[in-house]
């Protein structure tokens, strides 16, 4: 999504988004809900967010809203 920014963050096992309009920090998905397990590369479109864990081979799938 053009209006979002997704970083993962290993260190603490979540996933922040930021507006990439203007930097701003927007929520921390954390890994109790979405089950991230060491989140890496992103990928995202208008509609889904798709997160690669690299502690156990899988990619985590949500709503980019």
Known sequence: DAGRLWVSRVRNNEVSEF??????FVRTLSASFYEFDTPGAAAFNASRVWIVNEGDDSVTEFPAI
């Open 19 to 24: 507006s990439a309009l203007t930097g701003a």
